[in-house]
């Protein structure tokens, strides 16, 4: 006994390479998946952002030479961000999202954006909105990347009025660990004292990509693919929407697969879900051909 397994059969297309370029779509700047649309610019940030934040963990003395230092010569643009974390943190350092606090304090002060870390990539918000399908998604970078929170605790054995405090960083939104310095969470579990707990958490300007932003860029290079398949005017078996008759007539027939219109994401996403509804149904089959009578 046979099973009919796919609906359909695959649309194997074999065109000249002028006639499939013109069918592919262009590798443009602003265009992640290849849809051909015109997107629209970034939409503003809906956070009103200044210095504050870390800016308010400097001494009364830092904060007025910063303000003097940003009056005269403007918040560190991009580019200088950049440079000053390329210098300053190795490779390892920014894919681990293990950031000094006190050079992550240095940076957000001295910025009125937000900054977005992926890997040893950084971007500003307006820069992953071009280069990366957040418009396509409907989704905004906030919720893919984490921001970044410090937190100020009161220095062991240490005396007088001026003593510095010590800085933790840690994943805004993050339970799973007490936040506590890395060091006394140690000790507590080797016996020692209690660990020390936040005097003050500041939020900053600073998100890292953590695995959200990895599962992202897995769905971008899903759907950049399926898109590109799609325009070729092929897809993957039982994903198209031609019968069974008309492939099998398809070399007595003239090919019309120059002039297949090109298929949209919304209809591809569409038959992705029919196609796995379709396999759930063969598993179910199977199951029952290999249940004993």
């Known amino acids: 006994m046979s099973l009919a397994i796919w609906q359909s059969e695959p649309t194997q297309l074999n065109l000249p390479t002028s006639a499939l370029a013109a069918r592919l779509p262009a590798q443009r700047c602003g265009d992640p998946l290849g849809l051909g649309i015109v997107r629209p ?3 503003a940030d809906p956070d009103a952002l200044n210095a504050a934040g870390a800016r308010d963990l400097l001494s009364g003395t830092d904060q007025a030479t910063l303000d003097k230092e940003i009056l005269d010569s403007g918040y560190l643009t ?3 961000v950049r440079s000053l974390i390329a210098e300053n943190c190795t490779r390892e350092q920014l894919e681990s999202g293990g950031l000094d606090p006190e050079f992550l304090i240095l940076i957000d002060s001295r910025i009125n954006y937000k900054l977005f870390i992926a890997g040893d990539s950084i971007y500003t918000r307006e ?3 071009t280069n990366f399908p957040f418009y396509e998604f409907g989704v905004q970078p906030e919720a893919v990347f984490v921001a970044q929170e410090i937190g100020v605790f009161e220095q062991r054995n240490s005396k007088g009025a001026d003593k510095a405090p010590d800085y933790t960083l ?7 660990l007490d936040f506590s310095p890395a060091e006394d969470l140690v000790r507590a579990a080797c016996g020692g004292p209690a660990p020390r707990k936040a ?3 500041v939020q900053t300007k600073v998100f890292v990509g953590r ?6 860029l897995l769905q971008m290079r899903f759907y950049r693919g399926a898109v590109r398949i799609a325009a070729a005017g092929g897809a993957p078996l039982a994903l198209t929407a031609n019968d069974h008759a008309k492939t099998q007539n398809m070399e007595d027939e003239p090919s019309d697969a120059g002039n297949t219109p090109p298929i949209s994401l919304s ?3 569409e038959e992705v ?16 051909l290999k249940r004993p009578e």
Request: aromatic share 6%; glycine share 2%; charged share 35%.
């Open 41 to 43: 610019a970034a939409p």
């Open 78 to 80: 991009p580019k200088h």
């Open 170 to 176: 840690r994943d805004a939104g993050d339970l799973r």
């Open 273 to 288: 879900i029919c196609l796995r509804k379709k396999l759930e149904s063969i598993e179910t089959a199977l199951q029952n």
């Open 267 to 269: 209809d591809l996403v």
């Open 127 to 129: 820069e992953l909105y």
């Open 211 to 216: 695995d959200a932003w990895d599962d992202f």
């Open 199 to 201: 005097q003050r958490i």
